[in-house]
C-alpha cells in the first residue's frame, strides 16, 4: 500500500481546508491513504487542526480518559 503519514499541522481555517482539501482529494484518487494528526489543540470542541481537516484520508488523534 501506499501511505503519506502526516504529523504536522496548523489551526483549521476555511482557507486551509480548500487547500489541504483539494490536494488530499487528489492524493487519495491516486490510491494513496493519508494518515494525518487531529492536532494538538484539545480536549475542546473544534479543535483539530489542519491537514486533517480535510475530509479526504484519516486522522488520528489520541484520548485520554
Known sequence: ADVINNSWGSGASLGAYRFYGEIFAQIEAAGVVLAT???NSGPGNFTMGCPACAEAGLA???LNS
Do not use: D, I, T, Y
Request: hydrophobic letters at 65%; aromatic letters at 0%.
Open 37 to 39: 494528526s487531529a492536532g
Open 60 to 62: 488520528v488523534a489520541l
